[in-house]
Antibody, heavy 119, light 109 residues
Framework: QVQLQESGPGLVKASETLSLTCAVS?????????WGWIRQPPGKGLEWIGT???????YYNPSLKTRVTISVDTSKNQFSLKLTSVTAADTAVYYC????????????WGQGTLVTVSS | QSALTQPASVSGSPGQSITISCTGT?????????VSWYQQHPGKAPKLIIF???FRPSGVSDRFSGSKSGNTASLTISGLQAEDEADYFC?????????FGGGTKLTVL
């Protein structure tokens, strides 16, 4: 059974960089599949942030592309999200999740972690 | 790319059927059969309930069904139960991008 767990600071100051990690258990992320990040501002809908393939291909939401970087650490079986120059609008629950292929849905999700941007 | 459009809320009584619409464009919903639906209860992560327009993952009740016509996808829940009260989000693939709808709150009266 694949399990994903997000971790990182729950509070980030405006203009700084948000950094989160997703630890994966039950499957080696270097074997196959795609992995991604999604966020949900309080009381609002889901927003796709980006997706990567274990071979190195990455895909980002055009509206966030200039501020987002997704990277992978196969030795730790985890992947990370960095979002620069954050504002209050970046306050959200951040989820990591898995897709079988780029066209498939997110079938396994982490529990999510709330990140609040303070002024 | 804009988010997909869903009604903010729908409601129904136990035992009834409801349908939630999700409207996109010819370049996302209308162009691919890669529409998915997620159910989200308060404080929980989204759960996949429909993929590929009308396929259910193992373990999802057959009371949930999906369809698509043109640029609009729909989720139908039949035989409403109290436990179905949740937020529902549609999603579509388009040109290496994943789009989500704004979400629909289902209230079981």
């Amino acid at each position: 059974q694949v399990q994903l767990q997000e971790s990182g600071p729950g509070l980030v100051k405006a203009s700084e960089t948000l950094s989160l990690t997703c630890a994966v258990s039950g499957y080696s992320i270097s074997s196959a599949y795609y992995w991604g990040w999604i966020r949900q501002p309080p009381g609002k809908g889901l927003e796709w942030i980006g997706t990567f393939y274990h071979s190195g291909s990455t895909y980002y939401n055009p509206s966030l592309k200039t501020r987002v970087t997704i990277s992978v650490d196969t030795s730790k079986n985890q992947f990370s999200l960095k979002l620069t120059s954050v504002t209050a609008a970046d306050t959200a629950v951040y989820y990591c999740a898995r897709l079988r292929v780029m066209t498939s849905p997110f079938d396994y999700w982490g529990q999510g972690t709330l990140v609040t941007v303070s002024s | 790319q804009s988010a997909l459009t869903q009604p903010a809320s729908v409601s129904g009584s136990p035992g009834q059927s409801i349908t939630i619409s999700c409207t996109g464009t010819s370049t996302d919903i209308g162009g691919y059969d890669y529409v998915s639906w997620y159910q989200q209860h308060p404080g929980k992560a989204p759960k996949l309930i429909i993929f590929g327009v009308n396929f259910r993952p193992s373990g999802v009740s057959d009371r949930f069904s999906g369809s698509k016509s043109g640029n609009t996808a729909s989720l139908t829940i039949s035989g409403l139960q109290a436990e179905d009260e949740a937020d529902y989000f549609c999603s579509s693939y388009t040109s290496s991008i994943t789009l989500f709808g704004g979400g629909t709150k289902l209230t079981v009266l």
